[in-house]
């Protein structure tokens, strides 16, 4: 399932629309924290995603009922307060200035929070997502989650592995 999930990632984003890509985008934020553990109480209850700067990924997964759960829990979408930060899982991060990614950075791995962005985040643990020949792909820093704590199912890894290579 998930060799398929991360095949079917790679090629839908081929010649899409901005809208079409925004979707993807949202998918990728649900499915990808299917295969992540916390290894905390955020393992528990809503999986609380926030959104950076990007409204039209948030119109999306708000609207959007087949983005609402992930293994069994109920998503929620927000928009990005600092002041709710340490109740969030995971971060999708559109444009942001330097002095506020560091800061991005820092309370992510203070609050064991799975940044999502199109640029790299060096030091978080990050998904970035990116555009490769006509299709979109995705990376990650691995010693960046292994050193917060949050634990990458190995299938996950292996898949991300042939995926980059490809």
Avoid: C
């Avoid at 979109?136 to 980059?164: K, M, Q």
């Amino acid at each position: 399932m998930l060799t398929a999930f991360v095949v079917s990632f790679v090629i839908a984003f081929t010649g899409l629309s901005s809208e079409a890509k925004v979707e993807k985008i949202g998918q990728f934020v649900v499915a990808s924290s299917n295969f992540v553990s916390w290894k905390s109480e955020k393992d528990f209850g809503a999986l609380m995603v926030a959104v950076y700067n990007e409204d039209s990924l948030e119109k999306s997964l708000l609207s959007k009922p087949n983005l609402r759960t992930a293994r069994g829990r109920r998503i929620e979408v927000k928009r990005f307060d600092w002041a709710g930060i340490a109740d969030y899982n995971m971060i999708y991060v559109g444009n942001a200035d330097a002095p506020t990614l560091k800061k991005l950075i820092k309370a992510a791995t203070e609050h064991k929070i799975i940044l999502v962005s199109e640029s790299k985040l060096e030091g978080s643990p990050s998904f970035r997502i990116y555009e490769e020949d006509n299709k979109l792909r995705y990376d990650l820093e691995e010693a960046a989650f292994v050193s917060t704590g949050i634990s990458l199912n190995p299938t996950l890894l292996r898949v991300t592995s042939r995926a980059e290579k490809k």
